[in-house]
């Protein structure tokens, strides 16, 4: 079975732009969450989505935005570029229940650089 | 809220020394925990889970077992190798289905 796929791998953009990143689940997987990593934050919660819907949010501003589609992929948008915006933001996929369900896989991630 | 803390690195050991990271939780209700392992330049890994205390998990000779008394959930392994050189997270999930990580550890394993 194919892992989590995220592109782009590595994305350039300049403050003020805006950027979409995408992530495709393990087939079956309802569920997709998204994490931003950096060196000084950690590892932190962007937003999940399930069935198309949000179902969970992390404390980050509106610029921060997300969706997911039918077939589950998802996206996530940020608009009006910060330089701290620069990180690797991982989208994990889980079947979306409750219990041994809630393990979520990660995919390689997309390194976004902010200049 | 919930949270994780984990013994802070760097840990450089020598290949086959017995490794242990630390890591401790708190969080309401019945959390289920995780250990994650980022190889350079990579996503995390699963590495192993426990649901439920006194849960042991275990995967490629790592082991850690769901301590409610202590809210501990331990790393350990035998005997590492060099290819064991990664970062480990340890991470709890609750009710509210997000992830919660701990800063992460990294180990470096030399031949």
């Known amino acids: 079975k194919a892992g989590v796929t995220q592109t782009p791998r590595y994305l350039i953009k300049t403050r003020g732009q805006q950027v979409t990143l995408s992530c495709s689940p393990i087939s079956g997987h309802r569920s997709v969450s998204w994490y931003q990593q950096t060196p000084g934050q950690g590892l932190q919660f962007l937003f999940e989505?399930?069935?198309?819907?949000?179902?969970n949010k992390g404390n980050f501003p509106g610029r921060f935005s997300g969706r997911q589609f039918s077939n589950s992929r998802s996206e996530m948008n940020v608009s009006t570029l910060e330089l701290g915006d620069s990180a690797l933001y991982l989208c994990?996929?889980?079947?979306?229940?409750?219990?041994?369900?809630?393990?979520?896989?990660f995919g390689p991630g997309t390194r976004l650089t902010v200049t | 809220g919930n949270s994780v803390t984990q013994m802070e690195g760097p840990v450089t050991l020598s290949e086959e020394a017995f490794l242990t990271i630390n890591c401790t939780y708190t969080?309401?209700?019945?959390?289920?925990l995780f250990w994650y392992v980022q190889y350079p330049g990579e996503g995390l890994q699963l590495l192993l889970k426990?649901?439920?205390?006194?849960d042991k998990g275990s995967n490629k000779g790592f082991e850690a077992t769901y301590r409610k008394e202590t809210t501990s959930f331990h790393l350990e392994k035998g005997s590492v190798q060099v290819s064991d050189s990664a970062v480990y997270f340890c991470a709890l999930i609750g009710s509210a289905r997000q992830l919660t990580f701990g800063s992460g550890t990294q180990l470096t394993v030399l031949p």
């Open positions: 989505y399930f069935s198309e819907t949000q179902r």
């Open positions: 969080a309401t209700g019945y959390p289920s």
């Open positions: 994990a996929s889980s079947l979306g229940g409750d219990g041994p369900t809630y393990e979520q896989y």
């Open positions: 426990a649901t439920k205390a006194d």
